[in-house]
């Protein structure tokens, strides 16, 4: 006697089931409100909320599976961040008003303490990075993609501002210096900030080859120390480096002057 397999029908409720599911747990809540601006590793999210490893994947494996969170590889490391909500696609209205929900949520003193720890970790482990490899830092660049595979399209994009003649730009983050000479052919001031000191030693060579009188170097937090507004603010292969790119971004656009540019 055969026996006929039933037939597995898909069912469009299964997906708002989905939803209604990931959204039915506190911490899972937590978690989409900590990835708002961010994305985090499973170790660094157990860390911040917590919990074990183990139980973590769950509830990243049960976001996952309802559309709310997606990844990123980076070497042998998996980041977590927010999905998109969709709005045209089934289910991409409730999508978006979980996470507008979300966003309306104070997340707990302690979780805001240990993100703030996460991003210390984050912030150490960059500047031991560039004190152990200054030397070998163009090599490591192009290996990424090195300052002549762009440069054409940042100065056309420079250019294209009109700033005026008297307009002075900031540069976080200069590396070796190498997009020095052509910001100080463009801007009658500039100043490059740093916090690794082997990285503006190589910074200070290069403008002293290259003759820039009118370039400023400086030990400093970008985010954290007091400087200047400018008219125009680079960051050239830096950002991946801040250990909140997001926020990076909102606080260096409070120094842009007037009419600047990021």
């Known amino acids: 006697m055969n026996l ?7 069912d469009d409720c299964d997906e708002l089931a989905a939803l209604c599911k990931a959204g039915g747990d506190p911490l899972r809540l937590n978690v989409l409100r900590a990835l708002a601006n961010d994305s985090f590793g ?3 999210l157990a860390q911040i909320f917590a919990t074990g490893q183990s139980g973590m994947s769950h509830h990243l494996k049960v976001l996952s599976q309802a559309g709310l969170v997606a990844t990123r590889r980076e070497g042998n490391a998996i980041f977590y961040r927010r999905a998109i909500a969709r709005g045209e696609r089934f289910g991409g209205t409730l999508h ?23 991003h210390a970790q984050r912030e150490a482990v960059s500047r031991e990075f560039f004190a152990r490899s200054a030397e070998k830092f163009q090599a490591q660049q192009d290996l990424i993609a ?10 056309a994009l420079l250019d294209a501002l009109n700033l005026p003649a008297s307009a002075c730009a900031l540069e976080v983050g200069p590396g070796d210096g190498g997009f ?25 060579s290069r403008c002293a080859t290259e003759g820039l009188g009118n370039v400023e170097l400086k030990l400093a937090d970008a985010l954290d120390d007091e400087h200047e507004a400018a008219d125009c603010v680079v960051l050239n292969m830096v950002l991946h480096h801040f250990a909140a790119p997001a926020e990076a971004l909102k606080q260096l656009a409070h120094h842009l002057l007037p009419g600047a540019a990021c």
């Not at 020095?180 to 000191?197: E, H, Q």
């Open 42 to 44: 499973v170790l660094e």
């Open 146 to 155: 090195g300052l002549p595979q762009y440069r054409d399209s940042v100065l």
């Open 96 to 118: 978006g008003a979980l996470l507008d929900e979300v966003d309306s949520l104070q997340l707990p003193l302690d979780v805001l303490a240990r993100i703030a720890e996460v």
């Open 180 to 204: 020095l000479p052509d910001l100080a052919r463009r801007f009658a001031r500039v100043t490059a900030l740093d916090n690794s000191p082997a990285m503006l030693e190589l910074a200070r």
């Open 4 to 10: 006929r397999v039933p037939q597995i029908r898909h």
